[in-house]
Nanobody
Framework: QVQLVESGGGSVQAGGSLRLSCATS????????MAWFRQAPGKEREFVAG????????HYSDSAKGRFTISRDNAKNTVYVQMNSLKPEDTAVYYC???????????????????WGQGTAVTVSS
């Protein structure tokens, strides 16, 4: 079983930055694709960024590209997303997710992920 715990959310003004962290427990973290999703009120959960087990491969949504950076520290079983130049439309609950299968590709669909954290709220004011 894999458990995920997010932290780092909060309120920030437009143009500001936040770094979210996701601490995980369970085996084989370094072989597991991880991702960040977000869900704004009244909207569907959407992919933000994903990273391969080794960290060598990353993928971003169009809205995150150039502003967000996903990374991982396999020694600490933790994945991060650094969010810069935040906009009010980035306001959402951000979720960390992990795939059950090992050594698979990054996917952008929520259904491709088997383990989820409880979420951390990010509010960006104008």
């Amino acid at each position: 079983q894999v458990q995920l715990v997010e932290s780092g959310g909060g309120s920030v003004q437009a143009g500001g930055s936040l770094r979210l962290s996701c601490a995980t427990s369970g085996r084989a973290f370094s072989n597991r694709v991880m991702a960040w999703f977000r869900q704004a009120p009244g909207k569907e959960r959407e992919f933000v960024a994903g990273i391969s087990g080794s960290g060598a491969s990353t993928h971003y949504s169009d809205s995150a590209k150039g502003r967000f950076t996903i990374s991982r520290d396999n020694a600490k079983n933790t994945v991060y997303v650094q969010m810069n130049s935040l906009k009010p439309e980035d306001t959402a609950v951000y979720y960390c997710a992990a795939r059950r299968s090992l050594w698979v590709d990054i996917t952008t669909t929520p259904g491709g992920f088997d383990y989820w954290g409880q979420g951390t709220a990010v509010t960006v004011s104008s």
